[in-house]
């Protein structure tokens, strides 16, 4: 028998050969998707955080006032190395912060992470939004 689970159509085909005649069964895939959306406020700005949670990976969006995507960055886990591979998908390509906090939670996490931070780059402020964070993920793992 052969399993085949396409993510794009939602759907799970199998197929198994019998006397010479292939059967072909599909059924809907099992698909899930989560929001979670708190905020903080750090060094005196109200920051935002959005959370995609789909079925093997994050999305997360890190910003304050007007949602945009001023950037992008994935990382994820691999087991050639145990620094995550990352990739920068939009914006700058040595933006720093969201390729940061992108590998540091698919390491923590073990999924793919997709990151888009949205706030002046700040030495003092990335340190507090990461705490926050794992703060956030440690108190409700099920939303990550």
């Known amino acids: ?72 960055a994935v990382a994820m886990t691999t087991k050639f190395d145990n620094i995550p591979a990352s990739a920068s998908l939009l914006g700058e390509t040595s933006d720093t912060p969201s390729m940061s906090l992108a590998q540091k939670l698919a390491k923590k996490t073990g999924k793919q992470i997709f990151v888009s931070y949205n706030l002046q780059t700040d030495p003092m402020l990335l340190p507090l939004v990461e705490k926050r964070l794992i703060e956030e993920i440690d108190r409700y793992p099920d939303k990550f």
Request: aromatic content about 8%.
């Open 1 to 72: 028998m052969q399993v085949i689970h396409s993510r794009s159509l939602n759907r799970r085909l199998s197929a198994n050969y019998v006397n010479g005649t292939m059967e072909v069964t599909v059924e809907q895939a099992q698909c899930s998707t989560q929001i979670y959306n708190f905020s903080e406020r750090l060094l005196q700005q109200l920051v935002h955080f959005h959370a995609l949670k789909l079925t093997d990976s994050v999305f997360l969006w890190i910003g304050t006032g007007t949602a945009n995507l001023s950037s992008l």
